[in-house]
C-alpha cells in the first residue's frame, strides 16, 4: 500500500508541475530573466521536484520481490538516475523547439525542468561517488 501512496505523491507533483506550465505559458513575457521570475515557474519548479523525489521510493517499494533490501536500493536508485535523464533530456528537446529563450514560455519551462532534473541527477551521483 506504501508504494500506491508514493505513486500517487509523485502523480501529484505531475499535477502540480502541469498546473505549473499552464500558468507560465498563459503569462506574459518575460518568464525567466535576472530581473524578473514568474511565479508559476516556482510552482512548476516544485511539482517537477515533488514528482522526482517521489520515485526512488515508490521503486523501491515495486521491487519488494527482492529480499535484500541494498540491492532493492541499488536497483531503485539506478531507475531513479534513469528516470531523470530521460526527463531532462525531455526538457531539452523542449528548450530546443523554443530556441531556449528563457523569456519565452517553453524556454523558461525546459531550463528550470533541466535544472531540476540536474539537481536530481547531481543528487543521486554524489551519492554514488561518495556514499557509504
Known amino acids: ?3 500506491r501512496s508514493l505513486l500517487l505523491v509523485g502523480f501529484g507533483g505531475a499535477v502540480v508541475a ?3 506550465a499552464l500558468g507560465v505559458a498563459s503569462g506574459e513575457e ?5 530581473s524578473d ?4 515557474l516556482v510552482v512548476f519548479a516544485l511539482g517537477t521536484l515533488v514528482m522526482l523525489g517521489a520515485a526512488p ?3 523501491f517499494d ?7 533490501e541494498d540491492e532493492r536500493w541499488d536497483r531503485a536508485l ?7 535523464v530521460l526527463t531532462g533530456l525531455a ?17 523558461a519551462i525546459a531550463w528550470v525542468g533541466a535544472g531540476c532534473c540536474g539537481l536530481v541527477f547531481e543528487t543521486l551521483a554524489q551519492f554514488v561517488l561518495f556514499g557509504d
Open 30 to 34: 518575460p518568464h525567466l530573466s535576472f
Open 57 to 59: 521510493y515508490a521503486i
Open 37 to 40: 521570475l514568474d511565479p508559476w
Open 18 to 20: 502541469a498546473i505549473g
Open 91 to 107: 526538457f531539452l528537446a523542449l528548450g530546443a523547439l523554443g530556441s531556449f529563450a528563457p523569456s519565452s514560455a517553453s524556454g
Open 1 to 3: 500500500m506504501r508504494a
Open 78 to 84: 539506478a531507475v531513479w538516475g534513469g528516470f531523470s
Open 62 to 68: 515495486r521491487h519488494s520481490g527482492i529480499e535484500n
